[in-house]
């Protein structure tokens, strides 16, 4: 019997094969397609006509507004009003402004581990989280695949990152993998699988999991993937997934890995990345301080539900420091009613946070609200290139949830864990 | 066809190639600033048959086509880099811009007269009287990159479906 890695037995599933070996051409049948607003509708649909056919397989393919959303410039507004007029004409699953594509699709119940599926967007790894082999293209490679269902891949060989013992108060995912980027750098991936492993990860909820696959993209991986495991399966089937026979979906012992990296979970502290590469992170200490005047709590990577959880932990009982703006666009609307359930939209509100549209915002940079000349922010999103989110001038730190909104507070760069102290000591 | 080398670093980013505050329009606009922020008079300089010449992992970042379409639109007549990264390679490709990987640039300096050749897979410095050895791209994208993309590619391969649909 051949080792397999788990990137090898969901890659000759959907090949239709037996087995795979890394570096082999393959071709693919797609289980799925993910599809938004940018790369989608607008891009995609004079490509099929000029090729003269239709979708695939409509059933197959799942559209999210989520870019131009909320169409607060007329040319966004145009490219929604299209969006919407394809979905139409299409039948194609389409979840309109509920959110940012990578959290509404596992959200609604679309994956299920052991999936083939391309998405057109670079975050698309995030799906790995699952256990399905999800990996972002660009829109012309997507119309190829609408047309005919299929993709060329190279099976990609594994790089095993394990990461043993629990995070330590006011660490997360979104530190693990900052620290990544400073240690194998935005091309350490070398556009083959991570696969994430060990107790720490066992420990982690699903939506922090989803942060680690996310951030795979920033590790230039094609995929991102993390074994299912119960915690996989009690979330897919709350969200109504059909979830049978995960189990084997593992890489077995002894299956080939290009590297395997060790880490230990309870020795990391939370991480900063300075502007403009996420690979410039340290740990909180050891970064200059530094004043700021927006605090950004945004995007696929920093503003799930959880991510939202931990900030108001932060934020509870605080205000924003004066000349500090914080901005909170929750990443899906179901995170945020959940949150204003629990009162955690109301502690945001109460320190005085403004909040946008549960959409991609500042962090893609595409629609009205941008950082302005000159500003310095602090974000929980995963990019911080040069002029992504405003003018070239704008500098933008990274950090998680709970750093960002200590940072509010503070209005400087601020750890988390100071925080956290001080709440447990006023109880 | 001959041009001119224009020299960048490692990590270039899809932010720079396709700012997001013009992803809403055209391509026309877009290439106007593609690379503005690390060069700002990059799109008026650049004619066609130029090559860019850049570090690691080139092309880093976005799933946004555009950041190749930009590229092309401008003229250049490839990118020859040390490595790219996974989705702007796939991208360029499918859109028949030529990408093409080097084991040193060392001796390419920017401004250099240069001239790419794909299908031999050199890049010859031509006042240098210096030849780059490029690394041979793989059958499946040498065959997309003649055809001349993706998207004329499928449309061969429907074509010859048809036929043989027709003939039985």
Same mark, same amino acid.
């Given at each position: 019997?051949?080792? $397999?890695?788990?990137?090898?037995?969901?890659?000759?599933?959907?090949?239709?094969?037996?087995?795979?070996?890394? =570096?082999?051409?393959?071709?693919?049948?797609?289980? @799925?397609?993910?599809?938004?607003? %940018?790369? !989608?509708?607008?891009?995609? /649909?004079?490509? +099929?006509?000029? +090729?003269?056919?239709?979708?695939?397989?409509?059933?197959?393919?799942? @559209?999210?507004?989520?870019?131009?959303?909320?169409?607060?410039?007329?040319?966004?507004?145009?490219?929604?009003?299209?969006?919407?007029?394809?979905?139409?004409?299409?039948?194609?699953?389409?979840?309109?402004?509920?959110?940012?594509?990578?959290?509404?699709?596992?959200?609604?119940?679309?994956?299920?581990?052991?999936?083939?599926?391309? =998405?057109?967007?670079?975050?698309?790894?995030?799906?790995?989280?699952?256990?399905?082999?999800?990996?972002?293209?660009?829109?012309? /490679?997507?119309?190829?695949?609408?047309?005919?269902?299929?993709?060329?891949?190279?099976?990609?060989?594994?790089?095993?990152?394990?990461?043993?013992?629990?995070?330590?108060?006011?660490?997360?995912?979104?530190?693990?993998?900052?620290?990544?980027?400073?240690?194998?750098?935005?091309?350490?991936?070398?556009?083959?699988?991570?696969?994430?492993?060990?107790?720490?990860?066992?420990?982690?909820?699903?939506?922090?999991?989803?942060?680690?696959?996310?951030?795979?993209?920033?590790?230039?991986?094609?995929? !991102? +993937?993390?074994?299912?495991?119960?915690?996989?399966?009690?979330?897919?089937?709350?969200?109504?997934?059909?979830?049978?026979?995960?189990?084997?979906?593992?890489?077995?012992?002894?299956?080939?890995?290009?590297?395997?990296?060790?880490?230990?979970?309870?020795?990391?502290?939370?991480?900063?990345?300075?502007?403009?590469?996420?690979?410039?992170?340290?740990?909180?200490? $050891?970064?200059?301080?530094?004043?700021?005047?927006?605090?950004?709590?945004?995007?696929?990577?920093?503003?799930?539900? /959880?991510?939202?959880?931990?900030?108001?932990?932060?934020?509870?009982?605080?205000?924003?420091?004066?000349?500090?703006?914080?901005?909170?666009?929750?990443?899906?609307?179901? $995170?945020?009613?959940?949150?204003? $359930?629990?009162?955690?939209?109301?502690?945001?509100?109460?320190?005085?946070?403004?909040?946008?549209?549960?959409?991609?915002?500042?962090?893609?940079?595409? =629609?009205?609200?941008? @950082?302005?000349?000159?500003?310095?922010?602090?974000?929980?999103?995963?990019?911080?290139?040069?002029?992504?989110?405003?003018?070239?001038? %704008?500098?933008?730190?990274?950090?998680?949830?709970?750093?960002?909104?200590?940072?509010?507070?503070?209005?400087?760069?601020?750890?988390?864990?100071?925080?956290?102290?001080?709440?447990?000591?006023?109880? | 066809?001959?041009?001119?080398? &224009?020299?960048?670093?490692?990590?270039?980013?899809?932010?720079?190639?396709?700012?997001?505050? &013009?992803?809403? #329009?055209?391509?026309?606009?877009?290439?106007?600033?593609?690379?503005?922020?690390?060069?700002?008079?990059?799109?008026?300089?650049?004619?066609?048959?130029?090559?860019?010449?850049?570090?690691?992992? &080139?092309?880093?970042?976005?799933?946004?086509?555009?950041?190749?379409?930009?590229?092309?639109?401008?003229?250049?007549?490839?990118?020859?880099?040390?490595?790219?990264?996974?989705?702007?390679?796939? *991208?360029?490709? *499918?859109? #028949?811009?030529?990408?093409?990987?080097?084991?040193?640039?060392?001796?390419?300096?920017?401004?250099?007269?240069?001239?790419?050749?794909?299908?031999?897979?050199?890049?010859?410095?031509?006042?240098?009287?210096?030849?780059?050895?490029?690394?041979?791209?793989?059958? *499946?994208?040498?065959?997309?990159?003649?055809? #001349?993309?993706?998207?004329?590619?499928?449309?061969?391969? &429907?074509?010859?479906?048809?036929?043989?649909?027709?003939?039985?």
């Amino acid at each position: 019997m051949m080792a $397999d890695s788990l990137a090898q037995k969901i890659i000759a599933r959907a090949a239709g094969r037996s087995s795979v070996m890394p =570096g082999e051409v393959v071709t693919a049948a797609v289980d @799925l397609a993910m599809i938004h607003d %940018s790369g !989608g509708p607008r891009r995609v /649909e004079p490509i +099929l006509r000029d +090729l003269g056919v239709g979708l695939f397989d409509p059933s197959k393919v799942v @559209l999210i507004s989520d870019h131009f959303v909320p169409g607060d410039t007329p040319e966004s507004a145009d490219i929604l009003e299209f969006t919407r007029n394809w979905a139409g004409q299409h039948r194609v699953t389409f979840h309109d402004g509920q959110g940012i594509c990578h959290v509404v699709l596992p959200e609604r119940g679309h994956l299920r581990p052991g999936m083939f599926v391309v =998405g057109g967007d670079s975050h698309s790894p995030t799906g790995g989280a699952f256990g399905t082999y999800m990996f972002g293209i660009g829109a012309t /490679e997507m119309a190829g695949v609408l047309a005919t269902g299929e993709i060329w891949l190279k099976v990609p060989q594994t790089i095993l990152i394990e990461w043993r013992n629990r995070l330590s108060e006011g660490v997360t995912a979104k530190d693990m993998m900052l620290a990544l980027c400073a240690r194998i750098g935005m091309g350490g991936g070398r556009y083959q699988a991570i696969e994430f492993a060990g107790s720490t990860i066992s420990s982690l909820s699903m939506q922090e999991r989803m942060t680690l696959s996310n951030m795979a993209a920033e590790l230039g991986a094609q995929a !991102g +993937l993390i074994a299912p495991d119960e915690t996989t399966v009690a979330y897919l089937r709350k969200a109504g997934a059909d979830v049978d026979a995960w189990q084997d979906l593992k890489t077995d012992i002894g299956a080939p890995l290009l590297d395997h990296l060790l880490f230990d979970g309870a020795a990391l502290e939370p991480q900063v990345a300075a502007p403009h590469s996420p690979a410039n992170a340290t740990a909180i200490g $050891d970064a200059p301080q530094t004043s700021i005047d927006v605090a950004y709590i945004g995007a696929c990577t920093g503003a799930k539900y /959880e991510d939202l959880k931990g900030a108001a932990g932060i934020l509870r009982g605080r205000g924003v420091a004066a000349g500090v703006e914080l901005l909170i666009a929750p990443a899906s609307k179901r $995170d945020q009613e959940r949150a204003a $359930d629990e009162g955690i939209m109301k502690v945001f509100e109460d320190a005085g946070a403004r909040i946008l549209a549960n959409a991609c915002g500042i962090c893609a940079g595409y =629609g009205a609200d941008r @950082l302005g000349a000159g500003v310095t922010c602090i974000s929980s999103t995963a990019r911080n290139f040069k002029g992504r989110m405003g003018a070239p001038s %704008s500098r933008v730190w990274l950090g998680s949830p709970l750093t960002v909104a200590a940072s509010a507070v503070a209005g400087r760069i601020a750890d988390p864990r100071n925080f956290l102290t001080l709440e447990i000591s006023a109880i | 066809m001959s041009g001119r080398a &224009f020299l960048f670093g490692d990590d270039v980013d899809t932010d720079q190639l396709a700012p997001g505050a &013009f992803m809403s #329009g055209g391509i026309e606009a877009l290439a106007a600033h593609c690379l503005e922020g690390l060069r700002p008079d990059f799109a008026e300089q650049v004619k066609a048959g130029d090559v860019l010449v850049a570090g690691w992992n &080139f092309g880093m970042g976005s799933s946004r086509e555009q950041a190749a379409e930009a590229l092309k639109h401008l003229g250049l007549a490839g990118v020859v880099a040390l490595s790219f990264a996974g989705i702007f390679y796939r *991208n360029a490709i *499918n859109l #028949g811009l030529p990408v093409l990987v080097a084991d040193d640039l060392a001796d390419v300096a920017d401004g250099d007269a240069v001239e790419l050749d794909v299908e031999a897979g050199l890049l010859r410095l031509t006042q240098k009287d210096k030849t780059l050895s490029l690394e041979p791209l793989p059958d *499946n994208l040498k065959q997309l990159l003649a055809d #001349g993309g993706l998207v004329p590619h499928l449309k061969k391969r &429907f074509a010859a479906a048809r036929r043989e649909g027709t003939a039985s």
